[in-house]
């Protein structure tokens, strides 16, 4: 069975840190298109960061550009997005996916 598992969400003050993960499991991260994507209350799901295949090339939507940084560990199967210099506006819950298959979410809340 296919599953993404994820952990790291909390509540941070604006301008904090928090490093989201997201371990795979039935299947190998390695080859596939992974990413993470982001829903908060009244807006639609947004893809923030992902990376090609297994390649090494990155793309980030531009509200978090700079701030955020998506890597992959192959040994341990596991996604992460690091997150920093967080605005109440990166409230909200993420996903993440790999090819076809999408984690349960974890929120992520920014207190002013």
Avoid at 73 to 100: G, H, R
């Amino acid at each position: 069975q296919y599953q993404l598992v994820e952990s790291g969400g909390g509540v941070v003050q604006t301008g904090g840190s928090l490093k989201l993960s997201c371990t795979a499991s039935g299947f190998s991260l390695e080859q596939s298109t992974i990413g993470w994507f982001r829903e908060a209350p009244g807006k639609e799901r947004e893809g923030i960061a992902c990376i090609i295949g297994n390649s090494d090339r990155k793309t980030y939507a531009e509200s978090v550009k700079g701030r955020f940084t998506i890597s992959r560990d192959n040994v341990k199967n596991t996604i992460y997005l690091q997150m920093s210099s967080l605005k109440p506006e990166d409230t909200a819950v993420y996903y993440c996916f790999a090819s076809t298959n999408w984690g349960q979410g974890t929120q992520v809340t920014i207190s002013s």
